[in-house]
């Protein structure tokens, strides 16, 4: 279930166009796409079938069942697609318990942004169960809210996610600051109207008029978010 929103949301300074930051979780602030590709080598590997590494590039940052119904389609696999999401989420689980790297600047991020009181919400195709498990461990207090993939009527590339995470705060999407890391969550937070800045994590994304790319994440601050819109 999506974490609730306490009742008084702490604005942005005034005179500032930014009224929230909202974040996406793989590969943005956790160090996990890797996981997920390693996950799926495993599973079909068990199934017979070995992985393309050029499928990595299609499969990142989709909602799990577009990823696991293409792999199942490109490899011919004797699986059920409900089957697969099963295997897909228990294997990864299975890793975060292990292990739960944060991409470098993410810890640094977060706590700027919770001194300066700027409302959060993570925002992740991923679903609910895997978001409270990383939530042990990035800290569920950082965020306002929490979307998953499975909470909503569509899942990224679609506009749903990054609409419920605006509303839920009670903010202009357009003055929104969205972190992302995949073209398919760029192409989402584009959709609903945010400011995007793209931090590649596995395929190159390229600049355009309302999205900046950086190549990590230390090179983000709230300063620099504040800028990507003008003052209103």
């Known amino acids: 279930?999506?974490?609730?929103?306490?009742?008084?949301?702490?604005?942005?300074?005034?005179?500032?166009?930014?009224?929230?930051?909202?974040?996406?979780?793989?590969?943005?602030?956790?160090d996990t796409e890797g996981f997920w590709w390693d996950v799926e080598v495993e599973i079909f590997a068990g199934l017979g079938h070995a992985l393309d590494d050029s499928w990595r590039h299609v499969v990142v940052g989709g909602p799990m069942t577009r990823?696991?119904?293409?792999?199942i389609?490109?490899?011919?696999?004797?699986?059920?697609?409900?089957?697969?999401?099963?295997?897909?989420?228990?294997?990864?689980?299975?890793?975060?318990?292990?292990?739960?790297?944060?991409?470098?600047?993410?810890?640094?991020?977060?706590?700027?942004?919770?001194?300066?009181?700027?409302?959060?919400?993570?925002?992740s195709a991923s679903h609910r169960r895997i978001i409270d498990r990383v939530l042990a461990s990035l800290g569920a207090g950082n965020f306002h809210l929490t979307v998953a993939g499975d909470e909503v009527p569509r899942t990224?590339?679609?506009?749903?996610?990054?609409?419920?995470?605006?509303?839920?705060?009670?903010?202009?999407?357009?003055?929104?600051a969205v972190v992302e890391d995949t073209a398919t969550g760029v192409a989402s937070a584009e959709?609903?109207?945010?400011?995007?800045?793209?931090?590649?994590?596995?395929?190159p994304i390229a600049p355009s008029a309302r999205r900046t790319v950086v190549p990590s994440l230390e090179q983000v601050d709230l300063p620099f978010l504040r800028g990507l819109m003008p003052l209103r």
């Open 73 to 123: 389609e490109a490899t011919g696999a004797e699986i059920a697609l409900v089957d697969l999401t099963v295997l897909l989420n228990d294997g990864f689980e299975d890793r975060i318990t292990r292990s739960l790297p944060l991409m470098p600047g993410a810890a640094r991020l977060l706590d700027e942004l919770a001194e300066h009181g700027i409302p959060t919400a993570l925002v």
């Open 191 to 203: 959709a609903a109207g945010c400011h995007v800045v793209a931090v590649p994590s596995v395929a």
């Open 156 to 176: 990224k590339p679609y506009p749903d996610p990054y609409l419920f995470a605006a509303a839920g705060l009670g903010v202009d999407p357009a003055r929104c």
């Open 1 to 30: 279930m999506t974490s609730t929103v306490p009742a008084s949301v702490t604005r942005t300074a005034e005179g500032s166009a930014l009224q929230a930051v909202l974040l996406d979780m793989d590969g943005t602030l956790v």
């Open 67 to 71: 990823s696991a119904g293409f792999l």
